[in-house]
């Protein structure tokens, strides 16, 4: 907590020793701003203080879907098996990347089937891990396989693929998204070499590399070496052994405008580097309530992993839950999804298996315009101009993809 404070003390220093650029209309008014526009030292820093959208300004998501993808028994395209993606393309279609079959399959904007690219496999145009997808500024889907560091790049006019493998170092990579030229920037989910080499238990939050690989899957820059995810750690056998540590904070990433954003979720702030580690923007959010984990939060999450554990393990499991070093405070947002016009969705923090309902929209200036609500169940992969597009689960955990109209006023 103490650190919490005086990491917002400083930021808030630091923007009050600049002079002021661009504020909203609202000043001329007598009132306080909605949001403060500072340069210091090259760094524009924006401190956002309410919402700054008006009336009839806000974003609505439609009350009914447009379309949905997907069903319990239908045609094989149909039946999905591990929705790790999912792309909206320029024509209005959607390409939805499946890591149970190896597949990635697009529909129309009707959602009708297309075509479908790709296996499971570790040869030429198979996949072994689907991990996320996106599409680049000329429309290119591209595609991320985890195990086989491999990225895709798919025409969605014909399902043409190209693919390149990256490097071998750093290790454990997962994607942040692609920038013109075909150069890939991934980060590190965490700091492996670290973690089986730590000697002493307890929590730890080790700097993970956020890197950039060329079309050619050679390594570039390290754009940043933020702090990574908090994990649990043990020796055992004089090895460290891992384990997540619950509502505890992680590096989010996205990539908009061609720069890199990054949060480490522990205090309400954003950053934008450039591609060569400059960083441009800070991007300061208000405090969102209270955020001090609470027992009930901690229960629910507990019995949401027992869900699968047999009734002769229940007690042992619950015991090792119960031990965990829980945080204080849970983290102060969530996901980044990147939209259409370089806008970003920042979500509020949920535990991995809820969807985040509530998400705010910052404008390409860095301004907090306001929150949208998301249907319940919803979890959202991606935003585009006019609709969003995400997974909904039934009672038998199937899923299906849909599609929400997004009014923006």
């Not at 479908?116 to 891990?129: D, K």
């Not at 693919?163 to 075909?182: C, K, M, N, Y």
């Not at 990054?262 to 960083?279: C, I, K, S």
């Not at 609709?387 to 929400?404: H, K, N, Q």
């Amino acid at each position: 907590m103490a650190g919490r404070t005086r990491s917002i003390r400083l930021i808030l220093l630091l923007s009050m020793l600049v002079s002021v650029e661009c504020c909203d209309s609202s000043a001329e008014r007598g009132e306080q701003p909605a949001y403060v526009i500072r340069d210091s030292a090259d760094v524009t820093i924006v401190e956002n203080r309410r919402p700054s959208w008006s009336a009839d300004a806000v974003w609505r998501i439609a009350p009914d879907p447009s379309h949905r993808i997907g069903r319990r028994q239908g045609r094989p395209e149909e039946e999905f098996a591990g929705v790790a993606a999912a792309v909206p393309l320029a024509d209005g279609g959607i390409a939805v990347a499946d890591e149970g079959s190896g597949q990635i399959r697009f529909f129309d904007n009707l959602g009708n089937f297309v075509r479908s690219v790709g296996s499971r496999g570790n040869g030429p145009g198979e996949f072994t891990m689907l991990a996320d997808a996106g599409s680049t500024p000329d429309g290119t889907v591209w595609v991320y396989d985890f195990a086989l560091r491999r990225v895709s790049w798919i025409a969605p006019s014909d399902g043409r693929l190209a693919s390149l493998t990256l490097g071998p170092e750093p290790p454990v990579l997962a994607a942040t998204g692609a920038l013109p030229g075909r150069s890939f920037v991934l980060r590190q989910l965490w700091g492996a070499a670290r973690t089986a080499g730590a000697t002493r238990e307890g929590i730890r939050r080790d700097p993970v590399a956020v890197v950039r690989f060329d079309s050619t899957g050679r390594l570039r820059d390290t754009i940043a070496a933020p702090p990574g995810r908090e994990v649990v750690i043990r020796v055992e056998d004089g090895r460290g052994v891992m384990t997540r540590r619950p509502f505890g904070a992680d590096l989010v990433t996205a990539i908009r405008d061609g720069r890199i954003v990054m949060g480490r979720q522990d205090v309400p702030v954003l950053e934008e580097f450039t591609v060569d580690g400059t960083l441009r923007r800070r991007i300061v959010l208000p405090e969102r309530g209270d955020r001090r984990l609470q027992s009930a939060e901690i229960e629910a999450y507990m019995a949401r992993q027992l869900v699968d554990v047999s009734a002769e393990r229940q007690p042992s499991v619950r015991s090792e839950l119960a031990s965990l070093p829980y945080p204080e405070e849970m983290p102060a947002y969530g996901r980044l999804v990147p939209g259409a016009g370089d806008y970003l969705w920042v979500s509020q923090w949920t535990p991995a298996d809820v969807p985040a309902r509530r998400w705010s929209i910052i404008d390409p200036r860095g301004v907090w315009l306001g929150d949208i609500e998301l249907p319940a169940g919803f979890r959202l992969l991606a935003v585009a101009d006019d609709r969003i597009v995400g997974v909904e689960r039934d009672d038998l955990d199937t899923e299906t993809v849909v599609v929400y109209p997004l009014d923006k006023a």
